[in-house]
């Protein structure tokens, strides 16, 4: 997608549920808020930029170090939901705009974002926009996926539908704007030195994230709503019953003694520097 397909996409349905799972995809994401906040070691008089921050909460945690926050977002659905959650908080503003084009008053010391910077139609282009609001010695703190086949999370339910394809699908393009565009590091390494950033610095982190649902059955609910499944699924006029039953016993096989399943997922975070 180019960035007002992207526009267009986080304006419609997708940012709409977004929305209404805000919460639990908040819980399902919050160990990489921990990593990012961690890695970018906020001072009380630092002034941050959060990129595509959705629905606010990576923002809202900053705040709670920072001397202020602007969290900015294409999704105006999403941006509406920050403002909620910040209501009160003079020292957090959120602005619906396009990261790769947003000139702001005042620099930044301190650019974070929770995979929020996968999705640019021209990640170099964006990327030294993005380093021009920040100050001469600022820095850049962001988690973006590694590959599918390593984050077993969003690959499993790919996994299941696979056999219920007409035909097969063709291969994904590589560095393709969209969740898993930095999976490949010397790519991300190279996107940032060619926007100017002077030194870039990636950390492997691979566990076992929470997904959302109290049983196999809710958790199979949720991820045929959210993620690539979805979209798949309406694209090949797949049948829904039939691709949740074969999604519910995949995920049974991660499932915890409760319940609940915990899969494998594996980020990057990067950290990029102007000194």
């Not at 009160?88 to 974070?112: K, W």
């Not at 100050?135 to 996994?159: H, T, Y």
Request: charged content about 20%.
């Amino acid at each position: 997608m180019d960035n007002e397909q992207q526009s267009n996409y986080w304006n419609g349905t997708a940012g709409q549920l977004w929305v209404t799972f805000s919460d639990r995809l908040d819980a399902m994401l919050s160990p990489f808020a921990g990593l990012i906040l961690e890695a970018s070691n906020i001072k009380p008089n630092e002034t941050v930029l959060d990129i595509g921050c959705g629905g606010g909460a990576l923002s809202l945690l900053a705040a709670q170090r920072a001397q202020s926050v602007l969290g900015v977002d294409i999704s105006k659905p999403l941006i509406g939901l920050a403002g909620k959650r910040a209501a009160g908080l003079a020292q957090t503003n959120f602005h619906c705009e396009d990261a790769a084009a947003i000139s702001l008053d005042e620099e930044r010391d301190v650019v974070i974002s929770r995979f929020g910077v996968m999705f640019f139609s021209d990640p170099v282009s964006a990327f030294a926009n993005i380093r021009k609001q920040v100050k001469p010695d600022g820095r850049m703190v962001f988690a973006c996926w590694q590959s599918p086949i390593k984050n077993l999370w969003a690959n499993a339910p790919l996994e299941a539908a696979m056999p219920f394809f007409k035909e097969p699908s063709p291969p994904p393009v590589p560095h393709t704007p969209g969740p898993f565009a930095f999976a490949d590091s010397e790519y991300l390494t190279d996107t940032l030195m060619d926007a100017g950033w002077k030194t870039v610095e990636l950390t492997d982190w691979t566990g076992k994230i929470r997904l959302p649902g109290e049983d196999v059955e809710q958790t199979a609910a949720f991820m045929m709503d959210m993620g690539p499944l979805s979209k798949i699924m309406k694209d090949k006029d797949l049948d829904e019953k039939r691709v949740q039953s074969a999604l519910i016993e995949k995920l049974s096989d991660a499932a915890n003694d409760d319940g609940t399943v915990d899969m494998q997922a594996s980020v990057w975070i990067v950290r990029a520097g102007l000194g």
